[in-house]
């Protein structure tokens, strides 16, 4: 398993495809490293790097106990983000699919609507819907 480093404040975590160096240090071929997300998505974009996707955690809530997937789980969401969602009411997977694209961009400070859109069809496709 490769060795995992944290950057300031993260928001994705990639696993690296090729050598890279920054400020922040050098990242081996193979290596894992969590980033703000535009920083991470420029990596990605550019093929340098491919998103690592978090287990899936799942909570059991009302009567039934039925198994719901957290937002924070959601590729290209971290904790961060995932406590501002959770500020406007967003706490799981199934929330993201009826959220409004609008609200959350104007919810979230650097979050534009690119970005909302991009989580909302990564919970689609984690919920198979």
């Given at each position: 398993?490769?060795?995992?480093?944290?950057?300031?404040r993260?928001?994705?975590?990639?696993?690296?495809?090729?050598?890279?160096?920054?400020?922040?240090g050098v990242?081996?071929?193979?290596?894992?490293v969590?980033?703000?997300?535009?920083q991470?998505?420029?990596?990605?974009?550019?093929?340098?790097?491919?998103?690592?996707?978090?287990r899936?955690?799942?909570?059991?809530?009302?009567?039934?106990?039925?198994?719901?997937?957290?937002?924070?789980?959601?590729e290209?969401?971290?904790?961060?983000?995932?406590?501002?969602?959770?500020?406007?009411?967003?706490?799981?997977?199934?929330?993201?699919?009826?959220a409004?694209?609008?609200?959350?961009?104007?919810?979230?400070?650097?979050?534009?609507?690119?970005?909302?859109?991009?989580?909302?069809?990564?919970?689609?496709?984690?919920?198979?819907?």
């Amino acid at each position: 398993m490769s060795e995992t480093e944290r950057i300031g404040r993260c928001d994705m975590r990639v696993r690296m495809l090729t050598l890279a160096a920054g400020p922040e240090g050098v990242w081996a071929a193979g290596s894992e490293v969590e980033l703000p997300e535009h920083q991470a998505m420029a990596l990605v974009d550019c093929g340098y790097a491919v998103p690592v996707r978090r287990r899936r955690e799942v909570a059991a809530v009302g009567p039934g106990e039925r198994e719901v997937l957290l937002a924070r789980n959601i590729e290209g969401i971290g904790e961060a983000r995932a406590a501002a969602l959770e500020r406007l009411g967003i706490v799981t997977a199934a929330d993201l699919l009826t959220a409004d694209v609008k609200a959350i961009a104007e919810g979230i400070d650097g979050v534009g609507k690119a970005t909302a859109r991009r989580w909302i069809v990564a919970a689609r496709e984690a919920l198979g819907a």
